[in-house]
């Protein structure tokens, strides 16, 4: 695996062109604040960078009285932003207060679970609890994963939450590797991993389960990477694979090449020019780029 480089400096400079007068981040040009843009765009600023503070006063003035940060004022049942918020905040001593906040509703949210029924259409096991993206909805992998990725950072590693939802994907594992959304079977049909869905597992389940339970899972995802030609599905593989201690490089400079020539299709995201200076700077993975942004600040 080849060596973590510093981001592109044009990536940088097409994310910090996102930030907004008033604090945080658009999801695009001319948008207004997103919450989950600002914690992306905040998670790939080094903390002392001169847009990190205002978009950490952003997010923390979002949040809600639970502690929860929704994707918006308006629609407070969505809060699956909470986690890359938490991540983001993580090491910013004067936002330490609000990430506790963070990491306190995390540990207490939960998706919908329910003994498992042998005659339901689904046959995954829907009484381990993860996250979900929306209030009273199923467990899902990406914000499951993402919970997880957010709650270890924050010293919650060994948690019983953590263990469950550990538990929750391996049993969304799908038998030929790889993951998607979070369903296995439906009605008998074996249905199909993507990638975004197995990379974000393969990051949070780095370091807490054997490689072999997860070896064709990343066999999926290298082969994938190499077909792929979708910048947030690259910079998910880089980070998932180099958590894995896979090689990156390959999948590296695709990525640079797209984000480079990608005008064809508009604007990208702003969280995804997030992810691909993550992926630029910490292609060992999503949780050694989090280590390295909160050891200095650990005592």
């Known amino acids: 695996m080849s060596a973590p480089a510093p981001a592109p400096r044009r990536t940088n400079a097409a994310l910090e062109r996102r930030a907004l007068s008033a604090g945080g981040f658009a999801a695009f040009p001319g948008a207004d604040f997103c919450p989950a843009s600002t914690a ?25 009285a639970d ?12 809060p699956w932003p909470s986690a890359p918020a938490l991540m983001a905040l993580l090491g910013a001593a004067p936002f330490a207060g609000q990430a506790a906040r963070l990491r306190d509703y995390l540990l207490g949210a939960a998706g919908a679970h329910w003994p498992k029924d042998p005659l ?14 929306t209030d009273g909805a199923h467990s899902w992998v990406e914000p499951t ?7 270890s950072a924050a010293g919650q590693r060994g948690h019983q939450r953590l263990r469950q939802a550990e538990a929750m994907l391996l049993d969304r594992l799908l038998p030929s590797g790889g993951w ?29 389960v054997a490689p072999g339970a997860v070896g064709q899972s990343l066999d999926y995802l290298e082969a994938g990477a190499k077909a792929s ?13 180099g958590s894995w201690g ?11 090449r797209l984000l480079t020539d990608h005008p064809v299709t508009g604007p990208l ?12 700077a910490s292609p060992d993975g999503l949780a050694a780029h989090l280590a390295r942004r909160t050891a200095p600040h650990a005592a």
């Open 180 to 208: 998607n959304m979070g369903t296995v079977h439906v009605y008998g049909a074996l249905l199909f991993p993507d990638l975004v869905n197995t990379s974000a597992a393969l990051c949070a389940l780095a370091g807490r």
């Open 67 to 78: 502690g929860r940060l929704p994707i918006h004022p308006d629609h407070p049942q969505a």
């Open 40 to 64: 992306w765009a905040a998670l790939a600023l080094p903390l002392d960078h001169a847009l990190a503070p205002p978009a950490h006063a952003s997010l923390s003035r979002a949040l809600a």
């Open 229 to 241: 030609r979708a910048p947030l599905s690259l910079a998910w593989a880089v980070l998932a694979l």
């Open 269 to 280: 995201h702003t969280a995804t020019l997030a992810l691909a200076c993550i992926a630029q």
């Open 120 to 133: 339901a259409p689904t046959d995954h096991d829907t009484s381990l609890p993860g996250w979900s993206w």
């Open 145 to 151: 994963a993402l919970a997880m990725l957010a709650l």
């Open 246 to 256: 896979r090689e990156t490089s390959r999948a590296q400079g695709l990525l640079s």
